[in-house]
């Protein structure tokens, strides 16, 4: 199985902070990265897709990058909604696996 | 606007199948080209991936789960099923259904899940 890691795994922060989540995959997936966002009781809401695609309706403050085997989630100016555990998932290969997440709480 | 909606018994003894069914609205589960998901994420955890059915009927499985599960279709009902055996209480966990959308690239397919359900616990206890 394609193993993903994600840093840090929680990171306290301020609204209008940047953000910067960053996952790991071994081996490479290419391109073939999601990123996902998930509220407690919620199930997760897609953010991106192919690394670098915003998903229909997701705010543009949201971006992401990489390919191969390290990629980013960039959040530009945190919102209160945002504050929430996100998730990578790499599509490359099955079975699917997702990243351990990441906790994104107030500071 | 699909929307999907997981049912079934919230509480399965060690030993026994589990059964969940997901309720597909808002568009036939039988157009287009969409892979149909289970996922699972225990109290606290991560997300696992079970597997899924595609709209031909084609099925794909974590090699983890392989041996104990089965994903149908059931195009007059527009819903999709899981059914996983011989459960302990390590598959105590929310259980979602997903969409997965396929967009061909040159080097492939990749897939996302843009339609998930609200998930339905599932408890395993005797």
């Known amino acids: 199985d394609i193993q993903m890691t994600q840093s840090p795994s929680s990171l306290s922060a301020s609204v209008g902070d940047r953000v910067t989540i960053t996952c790991r995959a071994s081996?490479?997936?290419?391109?073939?990265l999601n990123w996902y966002q998930q509220k407690p009781g919620k199930a997760p809401k897609l953010l991106i897709y192919?690394?670098?695609t915003l998903q229909s309706g997701v705010p543009s403050r949201f971006s992401g990058s990489g390919s191969g085997t390290d990629f980013t989630l960039t959040i530009s100016s945190l919102q209160p909604e945002d504050f929430a555990t996100y998730y990578c998932?790499?599509?490359?290969?099955?079975?699917?696996?997702f990243g351990p997440g990441t906790k994104v709480d107030f500071k | 606007q699909v929307q999907l909606q997981e049912s079934g018994p919230g509480l399965v003894k060690p030993s026994q199948t589990l059964s969940l069914t997901c309720t597909v609205s808002g568009g036939s589960i039988s157009s287009g080209s969409y892979y149909w998901s289970w996922i699972r994420q225990p109290a606290g955890k991560g997300l696992e991936w079970i597997g899924r059915?595609?709209?031909?009927?084609?099925?794909t499985y974590n090699p983890s789960l392989k041996s104990r599960v089965t994903i149908s279709l059931d195009t007059s009902k527009n819903q999709f099923s899981l059914k996983l055996s011989s459960v302990t209480a390590a598959d105590t966990a929310v259980y979602y259904c997903?969409?997965?959308?396929?967009?061909?690239?040159?080097?492939?397919?990749?897939?996302?899940?843009?339609?998930w359900g609200q998930g339905t616990l599932v408890t395993v206890s005797s």
């Open positions: 998932q790499q599509s490359y290969t099955t079975p699917f696996t």
């Open positions: 081996p490479s997936i290419r391109s073939y």
């Open positions: 192919g690394a670098s």
């Open positions: 997903a969409r997965a959308s396929p967009m061909s690239l040159r080097s492939g397919e990749l897939s996302y899940f843009d339609y």
């Open positions: 059915i595609y709209t031909s009927g084609s099925t």
